[in-house]
């Protein structure tokens, strides 16, 4: 068994999946894999069932019916890997917008001793491929407006490739977490920051998706821009009490 657990939230993968597992599994560093599906009707729970035939002991999958939000996964997700004996556990999409190989790097800068590592597009200018303009535009914003709002010294605050240390997962009360959707990578990060844990920010390319649909939606964002504000007013309210 490894010491490092990867979350893969996944809904209508059928494109990425079998490429994905295959990609972590042959890493030079064992990385074990959770996938946490959301019912998804196009098979992809099926590919990840032979999958983990070949690769025994290394793939995990938990099936959830219907569509149940990003946030609630990875919960379900962490909760899981701590009744385990990892040590490290992973955020990451399915899509290869985040890099496999970037999970040593993530994983190295916990070791080194940050409690949260994330896989950064904005620490050293704008590393983003195949986005629009406009989209490029609305998440580098986002993430400025995300720092003016809660004054967390992140570059990229919406960010969705992440390591944490166990004890860092630990620390959080997992069944405080509010958001289920963009605001929910905004708020894990704020509670560790809250606790004043070690957050480090690792330079990575973002490469946008070229199979399978994008799960962005305006319910999303408007979720992200009003939760943010929530955010911070409830940290307010809790310092002052």
């Known amino acids: 068994m490894s010491n490092a657990l990867v979350i893969i939230p996944t809904y209508n993968e059928i494109e990425n999946i079998n490429k994905m597992l295959d990609t972590v599994m042959n890493l030079n560093e064992r990385f074990d894999v959770l996938i946490v599906d959301d019912g998804s009707p196009d098979g992809t729970a099926e590919v990840v069932r032979d999958k983990m035939e070949t690769f025994k002991g290394r793939i995990h999958l938990e099936e959830r019916t219907g569509k149940l939000g990003l946030g609630t996964a990875y919960i379900h997700g962490f909760n899981w890997a701590l009744e385990r004996d990892y040590q490290y556990i992973f955020e990451m999409d399915c ?19 940050a409690d949260l590592s994330i896989g950064s597009r904005y620490v050293k200018g704008v590393n ?12 580098y914003f986002a993430s400025v407006y995300v720092r003016f709002i809660t004054r967390m010294p992140i570059q990229d605050s919406t960010a969705g490739f992440k390591c944490y240390q166990r004890t860092t997962l630990e620390r959080i009360n997992l069944d ?5 959707g963009y605001a929910f990578q905004i708020e894990m990060k704020f509670k560790v920051w809250r606790h004043k844990m070690s957050i480090v920010e690792v330079p990575v390319i973002f490469t946008d998706r070229t199979e399978g649909q994008s799960k962005m939606s305006g319910g999303i964002i408007k979720e992200a821009i009003f939760g943010v504000i ?5 940290s307010w309210f809790q310092k002052s009490h």
């Open 176 to 180: 405080k977490i509010n958001f289920v």
């Open 95 to 113: 899509d290869f917008s985040h890099d496999p190989n970037d999970l040593g790097r993530l994983k190295k800068a916990c070791e080194d001793g």
């Open 230 to 234: 929530k955010l911070k007013l409830k």
């Open 128 to 139: 983003v491929v195949n986005w629009p303009m406009s989209r490029v535009l609305l998440s």
